[in-house]
């Protein structure tokens, strides 16, 4: 299946700083890639739709000055957390689409102290 | 809009012994369904869709799951379970008109297997 790397796996930073994850396509091109926000023991909650060479399409309750979104090419996305607080701390999943299935990164932990 | 309902938060067994994850959905349209499995700290693989065809679709390391439309069900089942299945578990759905887009996922099933 297709490979979808995401980096890093974990990060640490302090509040007011800001953090970016990258989201790549290692094998195949990606127009359309997700980002997701997944609480402990809970399911993923999709925050936003990133189109290549488009504005990202943010759901309801996401802040979009926030949590950048920038998809400048057919197989990288990032997410940016901008001036960072405690409550954003949580585990990032990005994906990719496919065919028919969407192919997933590993996941970035994401720890503001 | 699509919802899924997986119907067991946790589901712990023992080794060997036979398991079945439920899961329900809801939709207008149709859909195309899926089981994606998730280790610790850890992004999502996935583990078998249902496109069309068979209703019966197979993983490669034993996992089954039957696609119900009636009853518009895709419980995962194993017939034998092993350590290396602990896991949680998640079923999810999208609009074939809108194939490889957005995933609607259930809540998930935490799968502990037990020696």
Redesign the interface.
Known sequence: ?AV?S?HP??VICKSGTSVKIECRSLDFQAT?M?WYRQFP????M?MA?SNEGSKATYEQGVEKDKFLINHASLTLSTLTVTSAHPEDSS?Y?C?A???????????T?LTVV | AQSVTQLDSQVPVFEEAPVELRCNYSSSVSVYLFWYVQYPNQGLQLLLKYLSGSTLVESINGFEAEFNKSQTSFHLRKPSVHISDTAEYFCAVSRKETSGSRLTFGEGTQLTVNP
């Open positions: 299946g979808v995401q796996s974990w359309t997700f023991k809970q399911s993923l999709l739709t585990f999943i994906s689409k496919g065919q028919f299935e969407a192919f997933f990164g590993q996941g932990r």
